[in-house]
């Protein structure tokens, strides 16, 4: 049996998952917590890697203790690992969770997250209701958190690791995750689509989003698209776009609620319109918020027919998303600046199905 590998401290892997894991990182939650660095600590400490021959089950990680995480030397790591599958195996002092709890260590952590990245892999060979032990951390991911690499070294080998092991749509969404980060200092500068007209935003993630509805979105939905509207907290009107609705024939009320943008589509016969609220902490399209802006949109002439609602968010993981998830108001879609390609729809069914 292969021997056990150099053992970083519980600190160390909490540490190091966080630069594996970085903020930009979709979902990272369950990756970067406290259950999941007990799990790799665990895996390390028995020597549970991929061809070692030592496979744990969720109950091993959870049957750990404090107690026996500071006993470290090879002679404790070994008479630990003796035992810790055994029927009846009381571990020294008190078990990091309950029996109960294996569940969503298996089925959340494991299976559904750590498992289809390659955190993880599974024993195969095994039948699904046998009791024996199936799990081991994979050697890409064991290397990554040996205390022996540090600095560029690490950077290096993160990187080359997030490559081989993820999708690109996560890596594409973690590209831009970390793109709006390094552009939340500093003004931001939107092109306007088909008039190439520049505007100059705030910083802040309100003008992240804003800018990529303009010059991402837009061309998606439309065939050829004119934003005759922007507003953000700090300027309600930009001098560039001023007579911009007028001159497509729109002509709202000064005195209406405007969404943060308004696009037209002078490039198709029914000429949508888009009208798109971008929340980065609060105000999304609500059924009251849908109601408001159709009449705003009857009054300018425009039939609900050739209104798009849209409510833009930067992505899905956000605090502001999640928080206002339930309040989406049905016959509106969603964007997400850090997965540009997808729009999610709340359709209702005219019909029964």
């Not at 061309?219 to 930009?238: A, Y």
């Not at 059924?287 to 009857?298: G, S, T």
Request: hydrophobic share 40%.
């Amino acid at each position: 049996m292969n021997p056990l590998p150099k053992l970083p401290s519980l600190d160390e892997i909490r540490e190091r998952i966080n630069v594996i894991f970085p903020d930009n990182f979709p979902d990272r939650r369950i990756l970067t917590g406290e259950m999941a660095a007990r799990v790799y600590f665990v895996t390390l400490y028995g020597g549970f890697t991929e061809g070692s021959g030592r496979f744990f089950r969720p109950s091993t990680v959870i049957r750990f203790s404090l107690e026996q995480s500071v006993l470290t030397n090879d002679l404790e790591r070994l008479t630990w690992l003796s035992t810790c599958q055994t029927p009846g195996h009381k571990p020294l002092g008190k078990q990091w969770y309950a029996d109960n709890t294996r569940e969503p260590l298996r089925d959340d952590m494991i299976r559904n997250r750590a498992v289809p990245i390659g955190l993880i892999i599974k024993r195969e060979g095994v039948a699904p209701t046998s009791p024996a032990p199936i799990y081991a951390l994979s050697n890409d991911f064991a290397k990554l958190l040996s205390p022996a690499l540090q600095g560029i070294e690490l950077s290096e080998a993160i990187s080359q690791w997030q490559e081989k092991a993820l999708n690109p749509m996560t890596l594409k969404r973690m590209k831009l995750l970390s793109r709006g980060v390094t552009e939340k200092e500093g003004q931001i500068s939107v092109r306007l689509p088909s008039t190439n007209k520049v505007l100059r935003l705030a910083a802040g993630e309100a003008s992240v989003i804003t800018r990529d509805v303009c010059e991402e979105l837009a061309g998606r939905i439309m065939k050829l698209p004119i934003v005759v509207h922007v507003s953000i907290s700090d300027q309600k009107t930009f001098p560039e776009l001023i007579g911009e609705a007028a001159a497509y024939d729109l002509k709202f009320n000064p005195s209406s609620e405007l969404p943060d943008i308004v696009i037209v589509d002078v490039g198709s016969d029914d000429g949508k319109v888009a009208f798109i609220e971008v929340v980065h902490s609060d105000g999304p399209i609500t059924e009251l918020r849908k109601d408001a802006l159709l009449r705003i949109a009857a009054d300018a002439g425009i039939p609900a027919t050739r209104v798009l609602l849209v409510t833009a968010f930067e992505d899905r993981s956000s605090s502001a998303f999640k928080k206002r998830f339930s309040e989406l108001a049905i016959g509106s879609k969603v964007w997400f600046r850090s997965e540009p390609d997808m729009l999610m729809s709340f359709d209702e069914f005219l019909t029964p199905i």
